[in-house]
């Protein structure tokens, strides 16, 4: 089956050491998406790419970055974990057709990210 | 500005009574919403949406929404709740600005024996 699938499900990483999440579809989707998630938020979105395009939030944090090597891929690095970082993260596609709007969203089942 | 308002943090039903979860959005044009799915621990998955034509759209899981524009809402019904639905509900409206969604902030359900 199409779909996005996300690596790992869960990781534990130290405060101040870089981590990369892993983000990947089938779906041959041209834009994906990553978010936050809090406990009992709803997801804050980060940063999104239309095929190549990085779109960054006003408000994401220089602490994170993402890269996109392929349709395929996509990787949130969190170069400094701080505390305050532990979260869900959730990557989401979308394809072209979604423009204006009309975007349905199709979503990986997150990364729950831990910062001892 | 877009925005989208879910006035109830957390409802409570029985097995097998109706469902009601409410929305309003605000939004100057035809806005595009969505109601998404989350169960504990995973992703979020589209129940429906609404882009044009019928007010009363019917999703999965036996989910209908209906659209009122006069009232800025976009309420998720289902009329018998199953112990499975017991997940958080997120109301959302597309950006026609671009491929961007805003979300509600979400409702949780629980469900009761």
């Known amino acids: 089956d199409a779909m996005v699938i996300q690596n790992p499900r869960y990781q534990v990483t130290q405060f101040g050491k870089p981590v990369t999440l892993s983000c990947s579809q089938t779906?041959?989707?041209?834009?994906m998406y990553w978010y936050q998630q809090k406990s009992s938020q709803a997801p804050k979105l980060l940063f999104h790419?239309?095929?190549?395009?990085?779109?960054n939030e006003a408000d994401t944090p220089d602490n994170f970055q993402s890269r996109r090597p392929n349709t395929s891929f996509c990787f949130l690095d969190i170069r400094s974990p701080g505390l305050g970082d532990a979260a869900m993260y959730l990557c989401a596609t979308s394809p072209r057709s979604g423009t204006g709007g009309r975007n349905i969203q199709y979503f990986g089942a997150g990364t729950r990210l831990s910062v001892l | 500005a877009q925005s989208v308002t879910q006035p109830d943090i957390h409802i409570t039903v029985s097995e097998g009574a109706s469902l009601e979860l409410r929305c309003n959005y605000s939004?100057?044009?035809?806005?595009?919403l969505f109601w998404y799915v989350q169960s504990p621990g995973q992703g979020l998955q589209l129940l429906l949406k609404?882009?044009?034509?019928?007010?009363l759209v019917q999703g999965i899981k036996g989910f209908e929404a209906e659209f009122k524009r006069s009232q800025s809402s976009f309420n998720l019904r289902k009329p018998s709740v199953h112990w499975s639905d017991a997940a958080e509900y997120f109301c959302?409206?597309?950006?026609?600005?671009?491929?961007?969604?805003?979300f509600g902030a979400g409702t949780r359900l629980f469900v009761k024996a």
């Open positions: 939004y100057g044009a035809t806005p595009y």
């Open positions: 790419y239309y095929d190549k395009d990085f779109n």
């Open positions: 609404y882009f044009s034509g019928d007010t």
């Open positions: 959302a409206v597309g950006n026609t600005g671009g491929f961007k969604t805003i």
């Open positions: 779906l041959n989707h041209n834009v």
